[in-house]
Antibody
Framework: EVQLVESGGGLVQPGGSLRLSCEVS????????MNWVRQAPGKGLEWVAN????????YYVDSVKGRFTISRDNAKNSLFLQMNSLRVEDTAVYYC????????WGQGTTVTVSS | DIQMTQSPSSLSASVGDRVTITCRAS??????LAWFQQRPGEAPKSLIY???SLQRGVSSKFSGSGSGTDFTLTISSLQPEDFATYYCQQYYNHPRTFGQGTKVEIK
């Protein structure tokens, strides 16, 4: 069974940092691009970042460029999102999703940025 | 960035109705379009990729069409489990962008 399990969310003060993880199983991780997508409370979906098969290509939405870093560890079947200089507007449920067309999603992890 | 505009933003329909949601891209995205369903409190679920291809395991009551800039998602016979919010997304280039969502509610 294909599974994506996010972790690492929590409450953090503005300006703080968090590292999200997404552990995958049930498929060949190295065959897929991977994505992070977020959803602020009561809002729609926003694509955040993605990374290619070997980690050599990374793309970000403008609002997180320079603050967030996507990475992957293919040996551990894991995807990461390092989030620095967090802002109140980064508060959201963060999902990892598989592939170019986001065909499989995790259940999400909640990030709350508040003082 | 490519803007994705869905219409309507919400609709009310009855069980058994045929429902169509449209998605328009601000530039040609060929067929690099996906559709997702999100029920309240749940993660999104992929329904359609490449504009018209059904994801494995998804009911054939869902269908997608279109290419270029204009796309549609059709639900042939609405069932109680289909009341949800639907999103389109382009994956033609970066940044990937979603439509604002269409909430399908019970009439």
């Amino acid at each position: 069974e294909v599974q994506l399990v996010e972790s690492g969310g929590g409450l953090v003060q503005p300006g703080g940092s968090l590292r999200l993880s997404c552990e995958v199983s049930g498929f060949t991780f190295t065959s897929y691009w991977m994505n992070w997508v977020r959803q602020a409370p009561g809002k729609g979906l926003e694509w955040v970042a993605n990374i290619n098969l070997d980690g050599g290509e990374k793309y970000y939405v403008d609002s997180v460029k320079g603050r967030f870093t996507i990475s992957r560890d293919n040996a551990k079947n894991s995807l990461f999102l390092q989030m620095n200089s967090l802002r109140v507007e980064d508060t959201a449920v963060y999902y990892c999703a598989r592939g170019y067309d986001l065909d499989v999603w995790g259940q999400g992890t909640t990030v709350t940025v508040s003082s | 960035d490519i803007q994705m505009t869905q219409s309507p933003s919400s609709l009310s329909a009855s069980v058994g109705d045929r429902v169509t949601i449209t998605c328009r891209a601000s530039q040609d995205i060929y067929n690099y379009l996906a559709w997702f369903q999100q029920r309240p409190g749940e993660a999104p679920k992929s329904l359609i990729y490449a504009a018209s291809s059904l994801q494995r395991g998804v009911s054939s009551k869902f269908s997608g069409s279109g290419s270029g800039t204009d796309f549609t998602l059709t639900i042939s016979s609405l069932q109680p489990e289909d009341f949800a919010t639907y999103y389109c997304q382009q994956y033609y280039n970066h940044p990937r962008t979603f439509g604002q969502g269409t909430k399908v509610e019970i009439k």
